[in-house]
């Protein structure tokens, strides 16, 4: 079990690599300021092994750490401009609302 070192990740032109082979890790296509806490809850929940066999299973990267409970600083801001806690639980509650006003 391996954990992360956050001196080997490598961010360049949207995508986030690690170690000395650049192994792809995440890409960050519209915004980079998802970036620091998506390494940050990767380093504290993950070790390499766990989250590069999910990359192999064909997971994307935010669905990984979201089983884990991450919520990006985006969606964080949403949530909590709506009133809902900055919580997976509170994602799940505003989406529900979101679908209800629709039906």
């Known amino acids: 079990m391996t954990k992360f070192n956050r001196a080997l990740f490598q961010y360049h032109g949207g995508y986030l690599t690690y170690g000395a082979d650049n192994k792809f890790v995440a890409r960050f296509k519209y915004s980079s300021r998802d970036r620091a806490g998506f390494v940050s809850f990767l380093i504290k929940n993950f070790t390499t092994e766990e989250y590069f066999a999910a990359l192999a299973a064909q997971q994307a990267p935010a669905k990984i750490l979201e089983a ?30 979101r679908i209800a006003a629709r039906v």
């Open 68 to 97: 884990k409970g991450y919520i990006s600083k985006t969606i964080a801001l949403v949530v909590t401009s709506m009133g809902y806690p900055a919580t997976r639980a509170g994602v799940d509650a505003y989406l529900d609302s």
